[in-house]
């Protein structure tokens, strides 16, 4: 049995599961499935017998399976998502006896099959959690082994068993250091009224800088998109650039002169913002959500609670020092480091079940208590 290369017990057999809406990692956007490619692949380095249970089209060192050919938003055919996700959990069913754990990336839909598993399951859950009925599923499934991306993230799940917060991590060289910036702010990610682009259009105009947008729009933002924002975009400050891929954001986001993050939503995470981070960009975000545990307040960015913060931030931002942006990302926000604290919290389930308690946790949620960060 290998020994991984942070010399720190044997070798794990980890099965990764992975929704099928988009390749691992995405063309384009898709923020659970780049996590998830990071770190499968970050598992692998370190020396771990890794599986994920992915669509066809995805590229890995790991061993892949594949209940369908390609990522189910690039097929023209419309293929139903929850047949495909219930013809995926059937696999991972068929061959969990054979991994140590069970890492399981698709919200809710493995719940009731994990209660049935031989093997030890954990799941992240990767998105907001405020909505209502989310509470009774969880209250109906509160042995599960949950992971949240932040600790804000689990604040309205209380009663779940949580096992541990992880953060986000990225390879060290996904994106280069850019130590001299434009004269320009970046603003990336969705066209939708929780990620406020509107409050980013307003600080460009009121600071006099450059605006580059690079956002797709969804389907179910158009309206939104067409009636709100459109008529906002009409400003020499002003450049919309569309959906970009992961080529491209290296020196978009690296050649700004910050990034704006101005949400208005309980954000899980933010990828957004530690590869701004990678860059050496600063990030100038609201306090909503995650963002005052991923940013560092007057280090790597500013965190702000309304406009006219907001506006006096941009002015100032300039000043701070982009090689302490890229050193604090390297130190918190690694695929590396993200992939150990991951091993942490499978050789606790493994370590449980090894010694004959539950790794699906108790009444109380209490059967594993939660690592620390």
Known sequence: MRTPS???????????????????PPKAYGGTERV?????????????????????????????????????????????????????????SAQAQGFDVVHFHVDFLHYPLVRHCPTPCITTLHGRLDLPDLAPLHRHFREQALVSISNHQRLPLPFSRWIATVHHGLPTDLYRFHPEAEDYFAFVGRISPEKRVDRAIEIAKATGTRLRIAAKVDRADQAYFERDIRPLLDHPLIEFVGEIGEAQ????????????????WPEPFGLVMIEAMACGTPVLAYRCGSVPEVLEQGVTGFIVDDQAQAIDAARRIGMLDRAACRQVFERRFSARRMAEQYVEVYEALSSARAAGGATTGTEDGQAIEPLPL
């Open 249 to 264: 954001k290296n020196d978009f986001i690296g050649r700004a002169r910050a990034l704006l993050f101005p949400i208005d």
């Open 36 to 92: 998830v490619s990071y770190l499968t692949e970050a598992l692998v380095d370190l020396g771990h017998d890794v599986t994920l249970f992915a669509s066809g089209d995805s590229l890995t060192r790991a061993r892949l399976v594949a209940p369908v050919a390609r990522s189910l938003r690039t097929d023209p055919a419309g293929p139903d998502w929850l047949m495909w996700h219930t013809v995926l959990l059937d696999q991972v």
């Open 6 to 24: 942070n010399g720190e017990g044997p070798a794990m057999k980890i099965a990764q599961v992975a929704p099928l809406f988009e390749s691992v």
